[in-house]
């Protein structure tokens, strides 16, 4: 663990954190979701959008599906408040498209 690390974990404050592909970049998805947990409030609101399937793209990141990715939310705190998916051009004007999943959580 670094500094950085160690000053995220003690100082919850936020009371909205917005994510929008994050989670498909890190190399642990558990320890991320702990870190979010960690710098919001109590009732905190945590807004997430992500592909589904998650990319992955750390080659160290384990593979977790939305769904257990969902799984884990109540453990931290989390309670889902809303949900929403739809598909999105992956690059404007581009014949590739992927479905993007967007979430809003509370922290209990």
């Known amino acids: ?15 909205v954190i917005i994510t929008e592909y994050f989670l498909d970049a890190v190399s642990s998805l558990p320890a991320a979701l702990r870190y979010i947990a960690a710098m919001l409030r109590s009732r905190g609101i945590w807004i997430l959008c992500a592909a589904d399937p998650l990319r992955y793209l750390h080659p160290d990141a384990g593979r977790f599906s939305w769904d257990e990715l969902v799984s884990l939310l109540p453990s931290l705190g989390f309670r889902v408040v ?12 581009d014949a590739r498209s992927e479905r993007v999943r967007c979430m809003c959580c509370v922290r209990m």
């Open 82 to 93: 809303d949900e929403d998916a739809f598909t999105e051009e992956y690059l404007p004007g």
């Open 1 to 15: 663990r670094n500094r950085c690390e160690d000053a995220i974990c003690t100082k919850p404050g936020y009371d």
